[in-house]
């Protein structure tokens, strides 16, 4: 199975092919819709999915400079209500200057592009970025979990290469950027990462060996997961023939509802970069 030139990397779709290659394949590759819930209870996963959406769209507003109380004056929701709260009294200070949420960032990687969406960026010209992530979830952080996902490879990599079009897209060097993950629910334990010319070198390796994993693996059938933990939280699994019921959100591994949500990034509104 060849892959489109114009295929788009994004962490969403490598963490998808490191966690099983065949839900690359089906969702990717074939995009096979297969309607199924991702977690038990359903409701509480959809009304979590549904506060984390509206969670990052409140802070969106937010660095737009939306009134504080205008923004805020439809929420209804104790649970959305207490980490807005928790978000103008707790979340990251002492950001630089020039702030951009939503930012979309792309560039060519081994013969496709790597893209990404990311939150907040927060840049203090060609002297640093801070890179933030709001985590909706509702389990504690995780610090080793959340340092071995791809997007803890991709943001950065992303920022630190490009520069983003707040750097005017110089790059940075990797001491420079910091990449923080704050959870409203959990305000004072933040995850902070950094980076070194070290990590930079093993991730272009590892990032580049997934793509070229991808782009060489000629199955018909990619290979399936064989933790089988990770299929009671996909929707494919009556398809895989691992199961019919889907798992306890308690027990998930991702740590963030959204993740599994249907929020997409629009290629097309990608930020080009000049290389
Ligand atoms: S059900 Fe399991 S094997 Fe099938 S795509 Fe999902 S994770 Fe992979």
Redesign the pocket.
């Known amino acids: 199975m060849t892959l489109s030139p114009d295929f788009v990397f994004t962490q969403n779709n490598l963490q998808d092919f490191e ?2 290659p ?2 690359f394949q ?1 969702k990717y590759l074939l995009r096979m819709a297969w309607p199924a819930p991702i977690s038990e209870p359903i409701e509480e996963n959809d009304h979590l999915i549904r506060l984390g959406s509206l969670f990052h769209q409140m802070v969106h507003q937010y660095y737009l400079n939306v009134p504080e109380e205008k923004i805020a004056s439809n929420i209804t929701d104790e649970d959305l209500l207490t980490w807005w709260k928790a978000f103008l009294m707790q979340s990251p200070v002492d950001l630089p200057k020039n702030k951009r949420p939503e930012i979309e960032i792309s560039m060519p990687f081994n013969n496709f592009r790597l893209a990404a969406k990311i939150d907040l960026l927060s840049v203090e010209r060609d002297k640093k970025a801070v890179i933030v992530d709001w985590k909706t979830s509702h389990r504690p952080p995780r610090p080793a979990y959340i340092t071995s996902r791809i997007q803890s490879l991709v943001y950065p990599y992303l920022v630190i290469s490009t520069g983003s079009t707040l750097n005017y897209y110089r790059p940075f060097k990797p001491d420079q950027v910091t990449m923080i993950y704050w959870y409203p629910a959990f305000p004072d334990s933040p995850v902070v990462l950094t980076f070194s010319a070290e990590w930079m070198e093993k991730t272009i390796n590892k990032l580049t060996r997934l793509v070229d994993e991808i782009v060489h693996l000629d199955l018909e059938v990619f290979p ?2 064989s933790d ?1 933990k ?2 009671q939280f ?1 929707r ?2 009556s ?2 023939d ?1 199961g019919i019921s889907a798992g306890h959100m308690d027990d998930m591994e991702e740590d963030d509802p959204e993740e599994n949500s249907s929020l997409k990034i629009d290629f097309d509104e990608i930020e080009e970069t000049p290389f």
């Open positions: 966690d099983c065949r839900r089906l399936l997961t089988q990770k299929c996909c494919y699994r398809l895989c691992r």
